[in-house]
């Protein structure tokens, strides 16, 4: 079992950045990943990272602007969230999975981010 709470969400004003922090406790995590969802909407895909060999994967809408990184020591995903714009409003969600593939197994409770104009 896997246990994630995300952090770091928040109001921001267009063109602000945010860090969203996923913290995971149990067993080791082989590949973490953010998605989201706004209201009326799909869930949709962020970001990935994979533990090993590393690599990161990213939705074109947030290429160049959004950064996913890990800690293994502190068992923690990051998300850094600059140029941000309302369409970026959303709940993230951060997402884990145990095996090298396959689907995202563990899901944190979300965290709320608001973009104004």
């Known amino acids: 079992q896997v246990q994630l709470v995300e952090s770091g969400g928040g109001l921001v004003q267009a063109g602000g950045s945010l860090r969203l922090s996923c913290a995971a406790s149990?067993?080791?995590?082989?590949?973490f990943a953010w998605f989201r969802q706004a209201p009326g909407k799909e869930r949709e895909f962020v970001a990935a990272?994979?533990?090993?060999?590393?690599?990161?994967d990213y939705a074109d809408s947030v290429k160049g602007r959004f950064t996913i990184s890990r800690d293994n020591a502190k068992k923690t995903v990051y998300l850094q969230m600059n140029a941000l714009t309302p369409e970026d409003t959303a709940v993230y969600y951060c997402?884990?999975?145990?095996?090298?593939?396959?689907?995202?197994?563990?899901w944190g409770q979300g965290t709320q981010v608001t973009v104004s104009s």
């Open positions: 997402a884990a999975r145990i095996a090298i593939i396959g689907e995202y197994e563990y």
């Open positions: 149990g067993r080791s995590v082989h590949a």
């Open positions: 990272i994979v533990q090993s060999p590393i690599n990161t």
